[in-house]
């Protein structure tokens, strides 16, 4: 366990926690005092709420931080909440600066971060139908404080630990619930798109997570700040050390889904049912079962596909030319593993990050061509301890731009930020085939960069005085 931690009302002296001594490599992960959210993964399926709110009172807010605190804890087994579902708690850098944060702690945290995720969308590719003037309210405004998500397995464990959540601030007048977004996970862990989602996570140094193809787990430092990262150097920490320690900075973005459009896409594309799930498949790199193209390039394997020690187990350097899995289709430049070559695939290990993505709104029913107008998507939540290097690195140097894979005119034809002009290349014999004029498919509905702490931090915000 650390050393002692200051009081709040401990000036940021070199023994509260500078950056120097925040730059301390230590030892095994103190699991007790990270938010189980943040590295476990979800039950399956699952149904979850997200919910955002907005401090009125700066007591009110840290006197809910003390109510929640009781949730958060970990029960006996580290891998399980006590509460019968994930809860994690998160702040936006205007959420922290309502709590009373002192302005110099302000100032050491991520510039990403305190510059908020609206402030960069165009970096982002957050423009036309995705740019913050369509966001929906309050997403990327100041009102964001904090953030809440609630991930249960079914709907009364769900209900259970909301109502206690809700209990915890309704007396509270000071704070409000501006926003919230009920999500879930089917029992097949498909997104909108018929895809299943979740697979290729990062296994964690420390956690005893299964690795892909023998690899090694990547440093905890790269998802939880206070540990050796992939560099062999620690990431910079906000200060003073109880406030930095154990804690992620997390991405949240809510992804409205054109499903209508997609699916009409291939129709047009395609002469026969069977070439339009291909098509889809190249443009994902996995079939809809979650089978990697790599390992079954002709048709759908769905035991392969469902088997969690086999459907991860591949590399692409057997690919290299992209005809079986298109070195542009998502899941691919998403992870490019070991495709690229010897210098930037070990720093493929440097951008990981984990990610989870959890659906909301109705299914469109299967084989339905035209829109319904309802709002349906994706709710996808990164974490790391890098935010430019992770999340930003992979949406705009991977998702957004093709340079790396020579094809620098093209983006990521599922989710990179396009505006209908692009073009898909799919190799393959004699001739490569050229999809043009990809329509954007996935329109950002607004997102947030927060900062999920410690526990120990947590009980710290709760007595700033």
């Given amino acids: 366990m650390s050393s002692p931690t200051p009081t709040p009302s401990q000036p940021l002296t070199e023994d509260a926690g500078t950056a120097e001594t925040a730059a301390r490599p230590t030892g095994p992960l103190e699991i007790d005092d990270i938010q189980g959210g943040a590295l476990y993964e979800r039950p399956s399926p699952y149904v979850g709420t997200y919910l955002l709110l907005r401090i009125h009172e700066p007591a009110d807010g840290r006197e809910l931080i003390r109510r929640l605190l009781p949730l958060l804890e970990p029960g006996p087994s580290s891998t399980e909440p006590r509460s019968g579902a994930w809860l994690t708690v998160a702040f936006t850098y205007e959420g922290l600066k309502v709590l009373g944060v002192p302005q110099e702690s302000l100032d050491s945290f991520a510039p990403e971060f305190r510059q908020g995720m609206a402030a960069r969308a165009e970096e982002l590719g957050d423009v036309g139908a995705s740019s913050p003037e369509h966001w929906e309210h309050p997403l990327g405004t100041r009102d964001v404080h904090i953030a809440l998500a609630a991930l249960a397995p079914d709907a009364a464990d769900l209900e259970s630990v909301v109502a206690r ?20 996970q089917l029992p097949t862990g498909r997104t909108s798109f018929g895809f299943k989602d979740g697979i290729g996570q990062p296994a ?69 049912r069977e070439e339009e799930a291909l098509l889809g498949a190249k443009m994902v790199g996995r079939w809809q079962s979650g089978a990697p193209l790599v390992l079954s390039p002709d048709e759908d394997d769905p035991e392969l596909g469902g088997d969690p020690t086999r459907n991860n187990d591949f590399g692409y350097t057997s690919d290299l030319r992209g005809f079986k899995c298109p070195a542009g289709a998502h899941a691919r430049r998403a992870n490019p593993r070991d495709s690229l070559d010897h210098e930037m695939s070990v720093d493929v290990r440097l951008h990981r990050m984990i990610r989870r993505g959890t659906s909301y709104g109705p299914m469109l029913p299967d084989g339905v061509l035209e829109d319904d107008g309802e709002d349906r998507g994706i709710i996808f939540v990164f974490a ?82």
């Fill in 165 to 184: 959540a809700r209990h915890a601030h309704e007396e509270i007048p000071g704070v409000e619930v501006i926003w919230r977004q009920d999500c879930y």
């Fill in 204 to 272: 964690v140094e420390g956690l005893g997570t299964p690795t892909n193809r023998g690899e090694p787990p990547i440093k905890a430092g790269e998802f939880i700040l206070g540990y050796t990262d992939e560099t062999g150097g620690v990431a910079p920490m906000p200060t003073p050390d109880v406030l930095g320690r154990n804690g992620t900075y997390v991405v949240f973005r809510k992804l409205h889904t054109r499903v209508a459009a997609y699916r009409r896409y291939l129709r047009d594309k395609a002469r026969t």
């Fill in 384 to 465: 790391g301890a890098h935010l430019k290097r992770q999340f930003e690195f992979v949406k705009t140097q991977w998702l957004n731009d093709g340079i790396f894979i020579g094809a620098p005119a093209e983006k990521d034809p599922l989710v990179g930020a396009t505006d209908g002009s692009g073009t898909f290349t799919i190799p393959q014999h004699p001739i490569r085939r050229r999809l043009p004029d990809v329509p954007p498919f996935v329109v950002t509905r607004g997102g947030e960069y927060c900062f999920a702490p410690g526990l120990r931090a947590l009980r710290w915000l709760a007595e700033l005085t």
